[in-house]
């Protein structure tokens, strides 16, 4: 009922930039918050950064100050995005989206996409 694609990963180097998106679709009636996580092979998975729907944010330490996560500037927010500046090699991992809300049927929704590889090299 509901879809998140990520797109924009791939291969950086130490020190560069990279930037995720993620567009939501489905039987939609609204979006909450919208975050990335990451997993690193042989790792949990951990958050990388949430923002509300307010615009309210959430960073974790390993990214704080060198990521930005936005939503799209439209009624209905159904895109975010993740800018990584200042890539380490410990950023290698599977990102993944994820999106909470409300579908039409006034069911609640929490889904995660499907995951895309972003690999820095020193």
């Known amino acids: 009922q509901v879809q998140l694609v990520e797109s924009g990963g791939g291969l950086g180097q130490a020190g560069g930039t990279l930037r995720l998106s993620c567009v939501a679709s489905?039987?939609?009636?609204?979006?909450?918050?919208m975050g990335w996580y990451r997993q690193a092979p042989g790792k949990a998975r951990e958050l990388v950064a949430t923002?509300?729907?307010?615009?309210?944010?959430?960073?974790a330490d390993s990214v704080k100050g060198r990521s930005t996560i936005s939503r799209a500037r439209d009624n209905a927010k159904r895109t975010v995005y993740l800018q990584m500046n200042s890539l380490k090699p410990e950023d290698t991992a599977v990102y993944y989206c994820?999106?909470?809300?409300?579908?039409?049927?006034?069911?609640?929704?929490?889904?995660w996409g499907q995951g895309t590889q972003v690999t820095v090299s020193s």
């Open positions: 994820n999106a909470n809300g409300r579908l039409w049927t006034d069911s609640p929704f929490d889904s």
């Open positions: 489905g039987n939609i009636n609204s979006i909450n918050a």
């Open positions: 923002i509300s729907r307010g615009g309210s944010t959430t960073y």
